[in-house]
């Protein structure tokens, strides 16, 4: 009886004291971000402790005493707001409130605000939390947290991506370039290499990155050409007070360290090249061929980056913000080298490569907020992305050539000096409107569009090739033996020139109807247009004398002067200006192989965002789009008989379905699936074969014959449980299949020319990923100190094989009915722990540890009896140290790429077991870099 009336005097308590209190209850929006929910939000009940903070959704809930009271709703950077109400025991109120930015505020304020609000990770995984389809992103506090310092590594810190390690390709799902897309602001970029489809990340420093998005799932504003992903950049954005940053570096590569560096003559230290409108020809009479002494290899960077708004009247503002930055890089390289189509061909036991990197940006924005329901954004960026690599194969004697004249068995070695030169100019304008029906206070029509035109010019002007043989007499230090030029043909000593113009116009329009609070219509169109023009021409030296000694092989410009034109050699070019006329012979001539191209794409797409209730969302779409894709082509060494030329025009029903049910309020089940297709590049039709050192690569006009195209069907099943705001645990299935899919094959013939064919009737993909972000420590203030992350990927892949494929131009066959699919790793990892202490005064640091690894990949497919191209696993691990000082200084340490493991290629299966095709150490990366805001 005593407990019976313990707890009944505690019921009826707990019942007076709760009938004595109301509650108030709402959301917060921002009007910064057309009134989207603001999270982390502060709800305080004035002179009280009585307090709480939004949800992911804005919400809020405060039990509130009976009587009268302010409500006070503050955020970081935005007016603090004071309500007064009136509340009755019992009773429920509603308030919500829109929350504006401060006016004015300090300049730290509008910087912190503007990371909470854009760049986050609590914002992007509220964003992820709350998208009606499969995205995930990676924001700016993020990628300084990881130390990522371009749009390439942002990726890579995403579950199911993977980057090559010693270059820039980007893998998602087990799936390579020509499967991805890339896009700015959600219109589409060109490539800047003749090899990709996609821009290469590296070129977009963390500077001008708001955000790096991957939508693995298809959805219908996206273009049909999507099969892995596509990977968004959202430019940066800034309101408020001026801003100004100035930020200096430097550091070292620990292989590059201490080296006597080799670059092209003409080429400076700043990554342009002074000779573009001088005549080839020209070019080979008046400059030399011997490589310049580079600088001392200590990296260098420096940024500039500012920033201001002004607000008129009537809610309109003008923001500005810009950026500069240059950054150069030294690297070197050694190991074997090996050519191997069907039997040795070279081999170069010991090979150098010193290569000296630059990157230069210039990005500005404009935005013109007319007033709540109208914006307007101008982007603009020029990129140069530069790479000087001097390379020497066979370095200590021992090169091997099977068609060498003198000695198959030794002395064989090779000088390689090219710069590569791109240029990248792209410009955007972008809108927001909103319109409103007739006495309704929402918007019922949302407009957004964009118009997109870019340039690429990319350059390899002067590349310089020299063969020898007897190198091993230019290290005996006998005067008496020398080495001497080999000369299979005239073309094994070479100047070699390409030039790539890539022009592209596009244009995005979406038009959201809300129909109601459970239903959004989206009618949208998206166009593009393509074209590419390419050329190239070589000089081949003849040498009047048959293998003519060389004195001083590093003095090359003693043999090839003016002098000797015409005496000690001859230039000889594949086509004279006019043909029948004028000799091959020291003359200048015209190209020796061009190709144009030109795409075109015009889509309309329609779907629906439905909301059942408040668990069930559903996301049909259907795209309609309309493909036309031509390629010309004149080249050497082809069927005189072929037509030169291939067309295919296609129309494209692609429907997608998009399911998302939330279990609870922070768990989600998604479902997708969708039909895409995968369309061939201009690179991967056009039958030019470019000639590396180690390899040769090149197109297939037949990819464009029936059929043209892959269809590609999609299946994804996700979990998504956001512990925190920002905490995640996920589960993603996922599955494809691909008809008729594309592969790099190693073709069966003398030269071993990699070119691509359509493989097989299929390809499947299944796979699974899980990704973790947790919180292992916070201080009293609920600041994470100590945190952890990590995503795994495991995928099965398989492809049958055709035993033969007679192709109008190439053939290819195979020894097997199946292989796993070119570039797919097994198995990828991610994973990283970040540590960040209680401020000290004035000091702040925070240090994290990042790691990466992806599994054995296939390069490229073998073909007849020779066994598969494999890249070998790579790990990689990071740390970055960053420091505080103030509110105004950084101070930051890197020391990347810690495991220094080897980047190894092997050819399998050959008669005499696997052969080490490539293998070398890029180094650690160690800098320092100094920060200031002014």
């Known amino acids: 009886m005593k407990r019976f009336f313990i707890i009944t005097f505690l019921a009826i308590s707990h019942f007076i004291v709760s009938q004595e209190k109301g ?53 970081l950077g935005y007016k603090t707001i004071e309500k007064p109400i009136a509340i009755k025991a019992g009773e429920t109120i509603t308030l919500n409130q829109v929350m504006a930015a401060e006016e004015g505020v300090a300049l730290d304020d509008v910087v912190i605000k503007t990371t909470t609000s854009k760049e986050k990770k609590s914002a992007l995984l509220l964003e992820q939390k709350k998208a009606t389809v499969i995205k995930e992103s990676i924001g700016a506090q993020e990628l300084a947290e990881k130390g990522v310092s371009d749009a390439a590594g942002a990726v890579s810190k995403i579950s199911g991506v993977s980057k090559q390690e010693g270059s820039n390709n980007v893998y998602v799902r087990g799936l390579g370039d020509r499967y991805l897309n890339t896009t700015l602001n959600g219109l589409s970029l060109p490539s800047n290499d003749v090899n990709k489809k996609n821009i290469d990340l590296s070129l977009f420093p ?118 500069a930055s240059f950054q150069n890089s030294y690297q070197y390289r050694e190991g074997p080298l090996v050519d191997y189509p ?75 000096i090219q710069f590569n030169q791109d240029l990248i100019f792209v410009n955007q304008l972008m809108g927001e409107h909103k319109f409103y029906a007739a006495d309704e206070e929402d918007a019922k029509y949302t407009l957004t569009w964009g118009i997109g035109h870019n340039n690429v010019f990319a350059h390899e002007p002067d590349r310089r090739r020299f063969s020898f043989e007897n190198y091993q007499f230019a290290l005996d230090n006998d005067p008496n033996t020398k080495p001497s ?118 889509a309309g797409y329609v779907s629906a965002v439905y909301n059942l209730n408040e668990k069930w969302s559903f996301v049909p779409g259907i795209r309609l789009e309309a493909f036309n894709q031509e390629i010309n082509y004149d080249v050497i060494n082809i069927n005189p008989n072929d037509p030169r030329f291939r067309e295919a025009t296609e129309t494209f029903f692609l429907p997608s379905l998009n399911i998302k049910y939330a279990l609870k309020e922070n768990q989600n089940l998604r479902f997708t699936f969708s039909k895409s297709v995968s369309v061939p590049e201009f690179k991967e039709v056009a039958p030019f074969v470019y000639e590396a050192v180690g390899q040769r690569i090149g197109g297939n006009p037949d990819l464009l014959n029936d059929p043209s195209f892959s269809k590609v069907f999609n299946i994804d099943f996700k979990y998504e449980w956001f512990m925190t705001r920002d905490e995640l645990f996920s589960v993603s299935m996922f599955a494809k299949q691909i008809n008729n899919p594309v592969n790099l094959v190693i073709a069966n013939d003398a030269t071993g020319t990699q070119r691509y064919f359509r493989t097989g009737d299929k390809a499947e993909v299944i796979g699974i990923e899980l990704e973790a972000r947790k ?63 209680t401020k000290w005064e004035n000091y702040k640091p925070v240090a994290s540890l990042v790691f990466s690894y992806f599994s054995d990949r296939i390069d490229a497919l073998g073909s007849g009896q020779i066994g598969n191209i494999k890249e070998k696993g790579v790990p990689t691990l990071d740390f970055i140290w960053k420091n505080k000082f103030g509110e105004n200084t950084e101070l930051n340490l890197k020391a990347q790429n810690l495991l220094d493991p080897k980047i190894t290629r092997v050819r399998e299966g050959t008669p005499i077991g696997d052969i080490t095709l490539s293998e070398f150490q890029i180094g650690m990366n160690i800098s320092l870099s100094f920060k200031y805001n002014f």
């Open 23 to 75: 509650i108030v209850k709402g959301n917060l929006t921002d009007k910064e971000t057309n009134n989207e929910p603001l999270p982390f939000a502060n709800v305080l009940l004035k002179g009280t402790t009585i307090g709480t903070t939004t949800d992911f959704d804005g919400n809020y809930t405060l039990n509130v005493p009976a009587g009268n009271h302010i409500i006070v709703f503050s955020f």
């Open 206 to 323: 963390s500077e001008v990155i708001q955000s790096v998005s991957i939508s693995k799932a298809y959805s219908s504003e996206f273009y049909g050409d999507f099969a892995a992903g596509n990977v968004n950049i959202t430019s940066k954005d800034y309101k408020g007070d001026g801003f100004f940053d100035v930020s200096v570096g430097t550091g070292v590569n620990t292989r590059a360290a201490g080296k006597n560096f080799k670059k092209s003559e003409g080429t400076g230290h700043v990554g342009f090249y002074r000779r573009y409108e001088h005549n080839p020809f020209a070019v080979i009479l008046s400059h030399g061929v011997d490589p310049e002494n580079g600088a001392a290899p200590i990296n260098l960077n420096i940024g500039l980056t500012g920033g201001k708004s002004w607000d008129f009247k009537d809610d309109s503002r003008l923001s500005l913000y810009g950026t």
């Open 342 to 416: 069907n039997v040795f061909k070279i081999e170069y036991p010991n090979s150098q490569e010193f290569e000296y990197t630059t990157a230069t940006t210039v990005m500005g924005n404009a935005i013109y907020k007319v007033n709540d329901d109208h914006k307007l954004k101008y982007f603009s960026m020029f990129l140069n992305s530069s790479s000087d690599m001097a390379g020497f194969y066979g370095t200590e004697g021992k090169g091997r050539n099977r068609d060498a004249f003198i000695d198959t068995d030794r002395g064989f070695f090779q000088q390689n």
């Open 485 to 602: 030029f080999f000369s299979n043909t005239v073309f094994d000593n070479q100047r070699y020139f390409q030039k790539i113009i890539d022009r592209e116009t596009n244009s995005r329009i979406n038009l959201a109807h809300i129909v109601s609070d459970k239903l959004t219509l989206n009618y949208g169109y998206n166009g593009r247009v393509k074209t590419r023009e390419f050329e190239n021409i070589r000089y081949g030296y003849d040498f009047l004398t048959p293998r003519l000694e060389v004195d001083d092989i590093t003095n090359l410009d003693a043999i090839f002067n003016l002098q000797n034109f015409g005496r000690l050699y001859n230039t000889e070019v594949f086509n004279s200006l006019s043909p029948g006329e004028l000799p091959t012979t020291n003359f200048p001539g015209a190209n020796e192989n061009t190709y144009t191209g030109e795409l075109k794409v015009n």
């Open 775 to 837: 919180n292992l420590i916070k201080n009293e203030d609920d600041d994470t100190q100590l945190s952890a992350g990590f995503n795994v990927t495991y995928m099965h892949t398989e492809q049958d094989l055709y035993s033969n494929i007679d192709g109008q131009l190439f053939d290819t066959s195979f020894n097997r009915p199946t292989d796993q699919l070119q570039g797919a790793s097994p198995f990828l990892m991610n994973a990283n722990i970040n540590y960040s202490p």
